[in-house]
């Protein structure tokens, strides 16, 4: 009796195991099929703009030239053809366009963002530069921004992508072609740098977009139907956008001690530096000040470094916190100006504290 209650409870166990094989044999070829049916899988993307630092940068300065970064995988688990990433730029900008309001100039100029170049990094051998092209073609400022019919629905440079739909008349869309006749899934992924500039007629504290999308440019080696990111289309409305700021000046303030934290007490001194940078051309009123309070608990111990990098700007004054004593509300802050003239932004940084 044992031995038959032990031989039916075995052939019960093989039953469900049967059971339980059979399911996951159908689970498995059927995730399976799925799985071969998927192919190549083209993605470009940004990382967020969160991390430090951002791939995007979140501020950039009026007619300044700034760089920003996309990123380029094959998610899929088959071999695309022909890589490439498309941009589409605001480069028109919120007001449509912009009268210059210095004498004699009075052509209409666009208050966006231009693309430049592109090249690829974080490769051996140092940066490549990458085949781009930028539409529409002879695109420029005049033309493509001081009517309201300028191209929105440019031809794709690959003619079996087909046409564009940009999100208003004088965007840009630039694509690049990634140096690479197929593309595995294998592969990591691809970092290609941009180089745009900022209007200089940019209305200061109106984001502007640059949006992406990542392509294969046949099925085949070379020929057959191109294969766009998922979920995207020809409308630049369904790419992935991130926004920048431009901005008449930024101010960084930069932690210059040897870990990103330190013990307390007068044996671990560490320095922070300020960098004032006005955008190129621009000009800031009198007086300049730039004023930096102490957290409670802080010591300041002076060794204040104040650099014009421009030497046309006047000498500064200075009001320090107490040298040697600790903190306590009210906050103790120090003060530095530029009380003698209008200042002007050059290229880089201006003054650093």
């Known amino acids: 009796m044992t031995f038959l209650r032990n031989a039916g409870l075995l052939r019960s166990a ?42 995007v940068p979140i501020e950039v300065l009026i007619g300044e030239t700034f760089k920003f970064k996309v990123r380029f995988r094959n ?23 912009a009268v210059s309001p210095i004498p004699p100039s009075s052509a209409l100029d666009c208050d966006g963002i231009d693309f430049g170049s592109a090249r690829m990094v974080d490769v051996i051998g140092g940066p490549l ?22 191209n929105s629905t440019p031809t794709h440079p690959y003619a079996n992508v087909g046409t564009v739909t940009l999100p208003a008349s004088g965007w840009q869309l630039a694509t690049i072609e990634l140096p690479f006749g197929s593309f595995d899934p294998s592969q990591p992924e691809i970092v ?26 046949w099925t085949a080696e070379t020929s057959g139907s191109p294969i766009l990111e998922p979920n995207t289309t020809n409308n630049v409305g369904t790419w992935t956008c991130q926004e920048v700021t ?45 004023k930096d309070c102490l957290p409670d608990g802080m010591v300041y111990e002076g060794d204040l470094v104040v650099t014009n990098v421009i030497p046309a700007w006047p000498l500064h004054t200075a009001t320090e916190p107490p040298i ?17 003239i209008v200042v002007a932004g050059g290229p880089g940084p201006d003054a650093t504290v």
């Open 14 to 55: 093989q039953r469900a195991l049967l059971f339980v094989l059979s399911t996951l044999a159908g689970v498995g070829l059927t995730g399976g099929a799925a799985s071969l049916a998927q192919g190549p899988v083209p993605e470009a993307y940004f990382k967020p703009q969160t991390l430090i630092p951002p791939d």
């Open 75 to 97: 998610t899929g688990n088959a071999i695309g053809y022909g890589p490439f990433i498309d941009l589409a730029i605001d480069s028109r900008g919120v007001d449509a366009n």
């Open 129 to 150: 530069a990458l085949t781009s092209t930028k539409l529409p073609t002879g695109w420029d400022a005049v033309t493509n921004c001081s009517t309201p019919t300028s």
């Open 246 to 290: 431009p901005r008449v000046f930024m101010i960084k303030k930069e932690y210059l001690g040897p870990e990103d934290e330190t013990a307390t007490g007068p044996n671990f001194k560490h320095k922070y530096k300020i960098t004032l940078d006005i955008a190129d051309g621009q000009t800031i009123g009198k007086p300049l000040t730039i």
């Open 192 to 217: 290609v740098e941009v180089t745009a500039k900022v209007h200089r007629y940019a209305d200061p504290n109106v984001p502007l977009r640059i949006c992406e999308r990542g392509g294969f440019r």
């Open 324 to 340: 040697g004593s600790v903190n306590v509300p009210p906050q103790s802050c120090l003060e530095v100006s530029w009380i003698g």
